[in-house]
């Protein structure tokens, strides 16, 4: 794949990767990516579902932009709201789509396309635009971003869950028990996909993370832009993610690093 991006990156070319990556993903999504399930990560989701959730009316209606497998959407339909999940990649919407319960298809639409494309063409009213995991995904995702603050009207929300931020870990012990921790996560985790015959994708990510190459989303970047949109920013939590939920909870109980953030934002 390398020759495919020896060229510029383009808008297009970024696209076609997370188009490759995500198919090669598709329904073994989250068994590859046990830090989006682990009890620490679970513990945090909950937590913020529940506090988007007692802002909304029965039948508030959700837009989950790269939804991917449902992460996020699977929560909301559960809880009685109509979601939105739109996605890239064919592969992980048919993936989301088969694990719905029958019960709740009727308040799920699942749309494959490019974030950018459908909010330029799509004019419904959102109560909630959740972007969970796929901002660093995005060729321009300030674009994106603005592109859904403009359409957010008082009141609306904007959510932002489980971004990968840049690390910076300044204590030099710090820093070794801090790459320690994470040499035994990889480890174990490489350990238990051979063990599930789950192959392991992280060199495919490469080009799809594009954003990783500028040194991943930096949150205060983040805040600028919504505050120059007019949103108020009701709730960041910046955390360390691991593949184990043990792993987890010793990175911000003992180490305190970050590798990870939330957001919560609102319209006045
Ligand atoms: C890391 S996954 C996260 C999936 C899900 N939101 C979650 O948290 O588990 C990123 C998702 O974004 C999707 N994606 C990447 N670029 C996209 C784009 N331009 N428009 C829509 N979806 C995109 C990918 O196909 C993939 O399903």
């Not at 802002?55 to 989950?64: A, E, H, Q, V, Y």
């Not at 028990?177 to 789950?198: G, P, Q, T």
């Not at 909870?249 to 003992?254: E, P, S, Y």
Request: aromatic share 10%.
């Amino acid at each position: 794949m390398e020759s495919a991006m020896a060229s510029p990156a383009t808008k297009e070319k970024v696209l076609e990767e997370n188009r490759r990556v995500h198919a090669l993903e598709n329904r073994l999504y989250l068994s590859r990516h046990p830090e989006q399930t682990n009890f620490f990560q679970r513990g945090i989701l909950e937590k913020m579902m529940a506090e988007v959730c007692t802002t909304l009316r029965p039948g508030s209606k959700i837009l989950d932009l790269g939804c991917g497998t449902g992460y996020l959407s699977l929560g909301f339909l559960s809880r009685g709201y109509h979601v939105t999940g739109l996605d890239l990649s064919r592969e992980m919407i048919q993936a989301f789509e088969e694990s719905i319960p029958a019960t709740l298809r009727p308040q799920a639409r699942l749309v494959v396309g490019d974030a950018e494309e459908f909010l330029s063409q799509n004019q419904d009213e959102y109560d909630v635009v959740v972007l969970s995991a796929i901002l660093h995904h995005l060729f321009d995702y300030e674009s994106v971003l603005r592109q859904i603050c403009v359409r957010l009207s008082s009141g609306k929300q904007l959510l932002v869950f489980f971004e990968p931020l840049k690390q910076e870990v300044h204590s030099p012990i710090k820093f070794v028990l801090h790459r320690a921790l994470s040499w035994l996560d990889e480890k174990l985790y490489r350990f238990e996909m051979k063990a599930k015959s789950i192959p392991v994708l992280d060199d495919e990510y490469h080009h799809s993370d594009y954003q990783r190459q500028f040194g991943g989303i930096d949150p205060n970047r983040i805040l600028e832009i919504l505050r120059e949109e007019g949103l108020e920013v009701l709730k960041i939590e910046k955390y360390c993610a691991r593949r184990y939920g043990l792993h987890a909870w010793l990175a911000n109980r003992v180490l305190g690093t970050q590798n990870t953030f939330n957001l919560f934002a609102t319209r006045p």
